[in-house]
């Protein structure tokens, strides 16, 4: 079963509101969870990694101000797009790491179903 | 900067025809490289890690670290088989993708 959640599945929204999707790891504890982002027949680009208890981390060109990321809980990550356009309609992923012992290697990543947003 | 290229944006085989996926990485550091396959209307999948160094559905990947290279092959494709391949490299979690590789395999 799954074991990275997301919510919503696809949301519609109108230009200038903000919408929040939420990641959730199932089972296990996440220190780190990470958010990607995935237009139509293109690739996932990350995004940010969202650091339980501080602040998230962006990748060049990720404005942190428009996406806005709390996590405040080992098991609950949010992404918040903030105003709203309608070129911010996109899927967005977020994934998990399960830490299985002390070795790096050993980081099983799982990724949520994804969130459709839509901007009208 | 970390990039993974996936050169092929689509990759079109007859079933039973072999497959390869191609797939080269600059890093720096140790690489942990992935292969993830996405099919339509579904969440990406872990398909190979290269240290796992398994054979998923017939597929497996050897990690070259002189050409810099983690293509993905399968001696007799399936009609199953049609997706979304990514190769991706990741650190502590994260993961930098390639822009991916559709693969069709027609009857």
């Known amino acids: 079963g799954a074991v990275v959640s997301q919510h919503p599945s696809w949301v519609i929204c109108k230009s200038g509101t903000s919408v929040k999707i939420e990641c959730r790891s199932l089972d296990f504890q996440a220190t780190t969870m990470f958010w990607y982002r995935q237009f139509p027949k293109q690739s996932l680009m990350l995004m940010a990694t969202?650091?339980?208890?501080?602040?998230?981390?962006?990748e060049q060109g990720v404005e942190k101000d428009k996406f806005l990321i709390n996590h405040a809980s080992l098991t609950l990550s949010t992404l918040t797009v903030t105003s709203a356009h309608p070129e911010d309609s996109s899927f967005y992923i977020c994934?998990?790491?399960?830490?299985?012992?002390?070795?790096?290697?050993?980081?099983?990543?799982?990724f949520g179903e994804g969130s459709w947003l839509t901007v009208v | 900067a970390q990039r993974v290229t996936q050169p092929e944006k689509l990759l079109s085989v007859f079933k039973g025809a072999p497959v390869e996926l191609k797939c080269n990485y600059s890093?720096?550091?140790?690489?942990?490289l992935f292969w993830y396959v996405q099919y339509s209307r579904q969440r990406l999948q872990l398909l190979l890690r290269h240290i796992s160094r398994e054979s998923i559905k017939g597929f497996t990947a050897d990690l070259n670290k002189g050409e810099t290279s983690f293509h993905l092959k399968k001696p007799f494709a399936q009609e199953e088989d049609s997706a979304m391949y990514y190769c991706?490299?990741?650190?502590?979690?994260?993961?930098?993708f390639g822009q991916g590789t559709e693969l069709s395999v027609k009857p």
């Open positions: 969202s650091n339980e208890g501080s602040k998230a981390t962006y």
């Open positions: 991706a490299w990741g650190q502590g979690g994260k993961l930098i």
């Open positions: 890093y720096s550091g140790s690489p942990e």
């Open positions: 994934s998990a790491s399960r830490v299985r012992g002390r070795l790096h290697s050993g980081n099983t990543i799982y």
